[in-house]
């Protein structure tokens, strides 16, 4: 079952952007790499999160992870979570004896604000909506009701993508993002505006721009600036597909989601704010006035959180860090920290977004899932080598036949990515995905 046993043995928690690439770092180094992954498929976001059409991207993608997960040393088990209810804890993990545990499971939590109505039908996260949209089980077959009218909160490329599928998939009426402080601040590239950006209400930026601009003065900002970035990018924007309402609502921070009798969203209450510089950061000040939006969907596209009940403190929506690293990589801590304890989480590392959560492209996540490989290689040369790797691994599957539930391996990915390919030929698609695990553990035979 163990595919070759190197001086080392690591558990890596999440098969992501940062796991893989961890991986291979590890794996190069001679390092027996258990790699646990909860989704059935590798690539984290790059699987679930990067928008579906992008299909060469995601092909690219996959072709590295697979050299990774090719890599003898590097050992697969998915369908597989970590966690306080978890299938294992992280105290199974260091009992069976693994040398480090590096934590790349993400920022998959969700980040409420405790607004009252967010227990509303048509209140979201964008996580679950793209989740949805790229097909990961159990969301991918969850229903969820969209308006006509949508405020998405926040202006990130995570808005856009919702944008995006709001506007050329759904063809809803009204999409306003609702951003909290002013256009200099947007986040958004312009090569993912290109995408909507035909739909834009060029009236209402206007005005926005007008109502904005005396704020941003005040602050030094120029709103031209602003204008001019969103309104660049119009010669290369895509050809409208639907008569969608596209349009900015600057300095407004969401107070109160409104709803009826029957549960359902009616209203998006905002107050309005202004910008103030402090210690060289413009953020948003709340005014006390408010404001309704008359919409009937509201999506949070704010970035999320990890999981509280992954069994590692959180601070600033991310696990803790040693705010001294003991094997610090390019003045980054990678080391998890108890901040009541004031101590190093024995022998386990974090990477990823879930050491910052919800930050940068893909390319930065492989560079910090490469560099907490480092940290542990680093921490691995005080460890004790083991006698006999052999037996941890058996212990290690032995634990896993008890769970009693099927697990993926690597020789099982293969079966799936074949019948993908088959079903993709087929519909006469570039790629397929199953929806459910138990269509993906059926054409693997562990069904
Ligand atoms: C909507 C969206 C669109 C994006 N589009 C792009 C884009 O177009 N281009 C780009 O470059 N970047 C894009 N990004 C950013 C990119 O996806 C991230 O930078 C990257 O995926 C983060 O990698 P990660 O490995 O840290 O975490 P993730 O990708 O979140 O991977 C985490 C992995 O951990 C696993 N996991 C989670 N919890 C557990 C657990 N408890 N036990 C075991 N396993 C667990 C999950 O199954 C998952 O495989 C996008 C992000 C989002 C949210
Ligand atoms: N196509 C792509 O390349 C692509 C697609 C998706 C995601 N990504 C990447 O993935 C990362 C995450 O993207 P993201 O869009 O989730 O995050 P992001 O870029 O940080 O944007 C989050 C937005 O939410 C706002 N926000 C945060 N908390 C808020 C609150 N409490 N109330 C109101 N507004 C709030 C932020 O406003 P403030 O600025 O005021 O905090 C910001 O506008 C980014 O690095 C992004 O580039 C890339």
Redesign the pocket.
């Given at each position: 079952m163990v595919e070759e046993l190197g001086k080392y043995l690591v558990a890596v928690?999440?098969?992501?952007?940062?796991?893989?690439f961890a991986s291979k770092i590890l794996a190069l180094n001679g390092v027996t790499v258990v790699l646990?992954?909860?989704?059935i498929?590798?690539?984290?976001?790059?699987?679930?999160?990067?928008?579906y059409d992008?299909y060469k991207?995601k092909e690219g993608l996959r072709r590295q992870f697979q050299q990774t997960l090719d890599h003898p040393l590097v050992n697969y088990y998915?369908n597989?979570?970590?966690?306080e209810n978890?299938d294992l804890s992280l105290a199974d993990l260091r009992a069976l004896g693994f040398q480090s545990i590096l934590v790349?499971?993400?920022?998959?939590g969700t980040k409420w604000l405790g607004l009252p109505g967010e227990n509303l039908k048509g209140v979201y996260h964008?996580?679950d909506l793209?989740f949805h949209y790229n097909l990961l089980p159990p969301f991918s077959t969850q229903s969820f009701h969209i308006g006509k009218r949508v405020a998405l909160i926040g202006a990130g490329?995570?808005m856009l993508?919702i944008a995006h599928w709001l506007i050329r998939d759904l063809k809803v009426d009204e999409v306003v993002s609702v951003v909290r402080r002013g256009p200099n601040e947007v986040k958004f590239t312009k090569e993912?505006l290109k995408i909507v950006v035909r739909n834009l209400d060029l009236d209402k930026l206007e005005s926005e721009m007008v109502r904005v601009q005396p704020v941003a003065d005040a602050v030094g900002q120029n709103v031209v600036e602003a204008k001019e970035y969103i309104l660049s990018t119009l010669p290369k924007g895509l050809e409208p597909i639907s008569n969608t309402r596209f349009y900015f609502d600057f300095l407004a921070s969401p107070t109160h989601i409104l709803g009826n009798v029957q549960g359902y969203v009616t209203g998006l209450e905002v107050e309005n704010t202004t910008l103030i510089c402090s210690e060289g950061e413009v953020l948003a000040q709340r005014l006390g006035t408010k404001r309704i939006l008359d919409v009937d969907t509201v999506i949070f596209c704010i970035g999320?959180k990890v999981?509280e009940s992954?069994g590692l403190p959180v601070r600033k929506n991310a696990f803790v860090k040693h705010p001294h690293p003991i094997y610090p990589m390019e003045n980054l801590s990678f080391e998890a920290y108890d901040p009541d304890l004031n101590r190093p989480i024995d022998r386990v590392f974090v990477?990823?977004?879930?050491?910052e959560a919800?930050?940068?492209?893909?390319?930065?996540?492989r560079k910090?899932?490469e560099n907490g490989a480092r940290a542990v290689l680093e921490f691995l040369k005080s460890a004790p080598r083991l006698v006999d790797p052999g037996v941890l691994m058996d212990e290690f599957t032995a634990k896993l036949i008890r769970l009693n539930k099927p697990i993926v391996r690597k020789s099982d990915l293969l079966k799936l990515t074949e019948a993908e390919a088959v079903e993709a030929a087929k519909q006469g698609l570039p790629a397929v995905k199953f929806a459910t695990n138990e269509e993906m553990l059926a054409v693997m035979g562990l069904r």
């Open positions: 928690i999440g098969a992501g952007p940062a796991g893989l646990i992954n909860r989704d498929l590798p690539g984290g976001l790059a699987e679930y999160g990067i928008y992008k991207m998915s597989l979570t970590v966690g978890g790349t499971a993400g920022a998959q964008a996580k793209v490329n995570v993508d993912e999320d999981e992954f990477a990823g977004w879930s050491r919800s930050s940068g492209l893909v390319g930065v996540a910090d899932g």
